[in-house]
């Protein structure tokens, strides 16, 4: 109980007001703005522009995360020299071959492996697939889609 106590009180130091053991006032503390626009990934197949309410949760995201992980693909080995390597020499473990954590996909093969998963998801295989982002507001209860189109995201939006 002692041990606890201590464990709190230091915590209490170090990162502000503490309630309970689950509940820590320096979480919450930042206030929280509002985004001005969201940028929209709007993916068409064919003729077809695809929405969220045709698909089930687990299948939208299998288009929506994977054109998220597709772009974010060109960051793989930032990721590894940040994070991965980092961690690991900051204990002195040893570190794994980079190989283990990088993807040796091109970038084009993750984009037809993409087009391929949106495909077979779609059931049209063959149809051509055109991926635009529209910056969108919300006013008064509802999205409204600001007139400009956004480019896909550059790298560096990506790798942060």
């Known amino acids: 109980m002692l041990f606890f106590v201590a464990l709190q009180l230091a915590v209490n130091a170090k990162r502000g007001m503490v309630f309970s053991p689950f509940y820590h006032f ?10 001005l626009s969201y940028p ?5 197949v064919g003729n077809d522009t695809l929405r969220g ?7 939208w995201d299998k288009i929506q995360y994977n054109l998220y992980m597709v772009w974010k693909s060109r960051c793989d080995t930032a990721f ?5 390597f980092t961690l690991l020499h900051k204990y002195g473990l040893r570190t794994p071959p980079k190989s283990l954590y990088v ?6 093969e993750r984009l037809e492996n993409y087009k391929n998963t949106v495909g077979r998801l779609t059931g049209k295989i ?13 006013y008064a ?3 409204l889609p600001l007139q400009e189109l956004l480019p ?8 942060r």
């Open 26 to 35: 320096g979480m919450y503390a930042a206030p929280v703005k509002p985004v």
């Open 40 to 44: 929209i990934a709007t993916i068409t």
């Open 53 to 59: 309410s045709d698909f089930s949760p687990q299948g």
């Open 80 to 84: 590894y020299q940040d994070q991965v």
């Open 103 to 108: 993807n040796n996909l091109s970038f084009e």
């Open 126 to 138: 063959d149809s051509t697939i055109t991926i635009s982002r529209t910056a969108y507001r919300y």
């Open 141 to 143: 209860g509802k999205f």
């Open 152 to 159: 896909i995201p550059e790298i560096s939006e990506l790798c």
